[in-house]
RNA sequence: GCUACUGUGGCUCAAUGGUAGAGCAGAUCAUUCGUAAUGAUCAGGUUGUCAGUUCGAUUCUGACCAGUAGCUCCA
């Protein structure tokens, strides 16, 4: 007999080898029902697991993250055996659960069109109706060769696997059999409501020199009102989207004629971008950051001593003949200009840090298919710094430029939405990053050791590092439940050197300082576009392009609307007036869809009374008040944030 | 760049192998109105662009341009 822990630490005894299955079966029909997977001493494993020892036992079902992941992944192989049905040449990839369903990668010679896709989903019903059984074996790597002689891509796997030393496991559910490490459910059954959501390209081992493959994506629950409700979730989100939302408030269009990547902002977006424009150059003056403007091209001299010619020059738009010594190219970035004023002058170990800081355009060549919204642009303007320090002084200045981070985000309002990612080098890709063991051995570790001291919680990715050195990104996710870099922090070991870059020390010698490179409010367009899914467009009133409209009722009020407007400009409150011979009822309904923070109306009782009806976003109708109190009111509440 | 999908007036959408219709927005007129849409009239389109098939294309085919999601990339 073993002992086995379960829930709120309830002990039973069960007979040894008995699996997990067996005992879910005895804690109730219900959970033995919705049991997809079992955590043993920890770890996620099949039900159908013997128990041998002693041991903790928790039953997952769906409501848990890891019982989830188990339910998708045996999705996952519902959509591979309706596929190898419908299209026996298939060959098969890989097919995992992610974040909010799963997905399957197929090489077909035709890739699946929307068509296809509903037949798909059609046969996947079939097979969940037939519930077969999912069964588990395993066998020697020869004999596993043998059995998926015809799937190269397992083939590889199954190599990487033996390579370990493991047996090799495979899953199967009725005429279908899979490579496949598990955990799975009992029965393909329990995958009642499914939904295949699109369609698209994806190389093998995400390399694009491989062959692209064919991914379905799909999602899937175990209630058909769970399903409704998250393609409703889905369909609320989008409607935060600032690419929409962006173009319905006016904050900005964009046009065939002009070009990809290339939006163009209206009176509003460029009022909002100026506000933060301001308010971020002000903030990093008191913070002893010094402004630069540089020029937007430089010769290719320029980018060829930096090494951004060699590692970034198809990201930059040329002007001229490349293989001309007279071309030009637009900035992609700022850090060679900024350098060259530093190097403009000799340099004092007394004067470091010099913290440079230009609110800076940018022109990235991006390919045709990354443009997104005002998340991926080619003309962008980045709040671009460069600290310049003596390497004892590193800690301090990284340690500086995260709290400017954090505040910035305090401020704008995404300190909880925000995570930070540590991006190292690739130790392996020799060609995108600077070749110096050493060196980035060296900063990485250093850099680490900041961010432990500083405490701030960060996972590590490998082979997102900058050419010249690791970063501190700061990570969001869109509406779309991508992630995009906000803002990031860099240390660069190499740049300095190679722009000969020195200062004098106490000793009197030249040394070479380290640089940051650093961002606060990350490029104001992505920033913007982040603000307005945060907000759904109804931004803070600080941001608001328009804070308050003056809504008369009729011409009669007029007069006393424009000396309202005088009084509300003077104080410095952006608002405007709504002359238009509409009725009341109309012009409410229209400054709501814009997302006004508040709107004043003002009729003949106004008048007599010499008061304002203040309507606030999302209160409505909220009284009476005299003109004196309500800008006192909104000013106090603009103020709040405590930057102007 | 690759994969799938999409492109009809400023916006949202309808229709069709025989050159298109609605709502909103706009203009004009009337209405001077009390907390989310006043009414009428008018104007607005070479159906993304360019080819091809066809007696005839907005509809079918191809290329290109642009958009959306994903992949690769993102200094």
Redesign the pocket.
């Known amino acids: 007999m073993i002992k086995v822990t379960l829930k709120d630490g309830i002990v039973k005894e069960f007979p040894a080898g008995i699996t997990a299955e067996e005992i879910t079966k005895t804690l109730g029909a219900e959970l033995y029902k919705a049991a997809c997977a079992c955590e043993i001493n920890g770890r996620v494993c099949d039900l159908r697991t013997p128990l041998t020892d002693d041991c903790a036992l928790s039953i997952l079902t769906f409501e848990q993250e890891s019982g989830k992941k188990v339910f998708w992944h045996t999705a996952s192989h519902i959509l591979a055996q309706a596929v190898k049905r419908l299209y026996p040449a298939a060959k098969l990839a890989i097919g995992p659960a992610i974040d909010n369903g799963f997905y399957y990668d197929f090489d077909v010679e035709?890739?699946?069109?929307?068509?296809d896709?509903g037949k798909i989903e059609n046969e996947m019903k079939r097979i969940v109706k037939e519930n077969p059984p999912v069964t588990r074996f395993t066998l020697s790597p020869e004999e596993a060769r043998e059995k998926m002689k015809d799937e190269p891509y397992k083939l590889e796997l199954i190599d990487e696997h033996a390579a370990d030393g493991d047996d090799i496991s495979f899953y199967s559910q009725g005429d279908f059999t899979d490579l496949c490490a598990g955990p799975h459910l009992l029965f393909a059954g329990a995958v009642k409501a499914l939904k295949l959501t699109?369609?698209?390209?994806?190389?093998w081992r995400?390399?694009?020199s491989n062959r692209?493959l064919?991914?379905v994506?799909g999602t899937a629950f175990p209630k058909a009102a769970q399903l409704e409700e998250y393609l409703t979730k889905v369909e609320e989100a989008k409607k935060r989207?600032h690419?929409?939302i962006g173009?319905?408030l006016g904050y900005f269009t964009?046009s065939?004629t002009v070009?990809?990547?290339l939006p163009l902002f209206g009176p509003k977006g460029a009022k909002v971008l100026q506000i933060l424009q301001r308010f971020i150059e002000d903030e990093e003056e008191k913070r002893g950051y010094q402004l630069t403007k540089t020029p937007y091209m430089a010769k290719s001299d320029l980018y060829k001593q930096s090494g951004?010619w060699a590692?970034?020059k198809d990201?930059?738009f040329l002007l001229g003949d490349e293989d001309s010594d007279d071309v030009m190219a637009l900035r992609?970035?700022t850090?060679p200009f900024q350098f060259t004023i530093y190097n403009s002058a000799m340099h004092s170990y007394r004067e470091l840090p010099i913290r440079y800081n230009e609110t800076s355009t940018?022109f990235?060549?991006?390919?045709?298919?990354?443009?997104?919204?005002l998340i991926?642009i080619r003309q962008f303007t980045l709040s671009e710094g460069h600290i310049i320090a003596m390497p004892e002084q590193l800690a301090q200045e990284f340690t500086g430029a995260v709290d400017l981070c954090k505040y910035i985000m305090d401020v704008i309002g995404l300190s909880e939405d925000i995570y930070y990612r540590f991006s190292l080098r690739d130790p392996d890709d020799k060609e995108?990053y600077v070749d110096d063991d050493d060196a980035w051995d060296n900063t990485e570790a250093k850099m680490r050791q900041i961010l432990l001291d500083i405490g701030i919680p960060f996972t590590e990715a490998l082979?997102?590092?900058?050419?010249?050195g690791p970063?501190l990104d700061l990570q969001m996710r869109?509406v779309?439940?991508?992630e995009?870099?906000l803002f990031?922090i860099?240390v660069d070991f190499c740049l300095a050197g190679r722009m000969g870059m020195t200062y004098i020390d106490a000793d009197g010698e030249k040394k070479t300082p380290v640089v940051v490179?650093r961002s606060s409010i990350g490029c104001y367009e992505r920033t913007l576009a982040m603000l307005l899914e945060k907000y759904a467009g109804a931004l803070p009133l600080w941001l608001c392009p328009e804070q308050v409209r003056i809504l008369p009722?009729?011409?009669?009020?007029r007069e006393f609307a424009a000396g309202l407007l005088k009084s509300l400009t003077d104080a410095g409150i952006r608002a405007s007036v709504d002359t238009?011979?509409?009725?009341?009822?109309?012009k409410?309904?229209e400054a709501?869809?814009e997302k006004l923070p508040y709107?004043l109306?003002?009729?003949?009782?106004?008048?007599e009374a010499g008061l304002v009806?203040v309507?606030r976003r999302g209160d409505?109708?909220v009284g009476?008040q005299s003109p004196d109190e309500f800008i006192s009111k909104v000013l106090g509440e603009i103020k709040e944030k405590n930057i102007f």
Not at 463 to 468: D, K, V
Not at 601 to 607: F, L, Q, S, T
């Open positions: 035709q890739p699946f069109s929307a068509e896709i699109q369609c698209t390209g994806a190389y995400a390399d694009a692209q064919c991914r994506y989207d690419n929409i173009r319905q964009t065939e070009g990809q990547g951004h590692h970034y990201g930059m992609p970035m850090c940018l990235r060549n991006e390919s045709s298919g990354e443009m997104h919204g991926r995108k082979g997102e590092a900058a050419f010249y970063k869109n779309h439940g991508k995009d870099t990031t860099q490179h009722i009729s011409e009669r009020s238009r011979n509409e009725k009341i009822g109309y409410i309904r709501q869809l709107m109306i003002v009729g003949e009782k106004e008048m009806s309507r409505g109708d009476q």
